[in-house]
């Protein structure tokens, strides 16, 4: 290979004929945009959605439900999950940066102490929101519970 035989990878080279160059070039008149209607003018731009006259999808297709804006997410932790950290890291208190280092939450998460389970350790519990059944479960076992 040289020099003299090097060509352009297959693909990469496209058609460039020229449009609107005169009826000699063979892309003259209408300069390939067909004849009246919108597309063929200046400055047209298709929006978005539209099919040509026909009811655009997004409009045909029924909308339905609510998402409400000011809703408060929570990361839910049982307190099951409690008592498996207690016994797998021996842990006295719990709070946002234990359950962060432990992977349970993220450090932007709200946390809620939920009451599914049961927790044998007594524990000091510090969350954003607790279930009731949580708070009863916790101070139970003579724990804490506070809410951040």
Do not use: C, W
């Amino acid at each position: 290979m040289d020099l003299s035989n090097l060509k352009p990878a297959k693909g990469s080279v496209k058609n460039k004929k020229r449009i609107g160059r005169g009826e000699g070039s063979g892309r003259g008149g209408t300069s390939t945009k067909g004849h009246k209607g919108a597309q063929s003018r200046s400055g047209y731009k298709r929006k978005s959605g539209f099919e040509g006259g026909q009811m655009p999808l997004f409009r045909r297709v029924p909308k339905f439900g609510f998402r409400n804006i000011n809703r408060v997410e929570y990361r839910g932790i049982n307190i099951s999950t409690l008592q498996k950290l207690v016994e797998d890291k021996k842990v006295k208190a719990v709070n946002q940066e234990v359950l962060i280092e432990n992977g349970l939450a993220g450090k932007n998460d709200l946390i809620k102490i939920l009451g599914m389970g049961e927790l044998k350790a007594k524990l000091d519990v510090t969350a954003h929101a607790f279930s009731k059944s949580a708070i009863s479960a916790i101070e139970a076992q003579g724990g804490k519970a506070t809410k951040i």
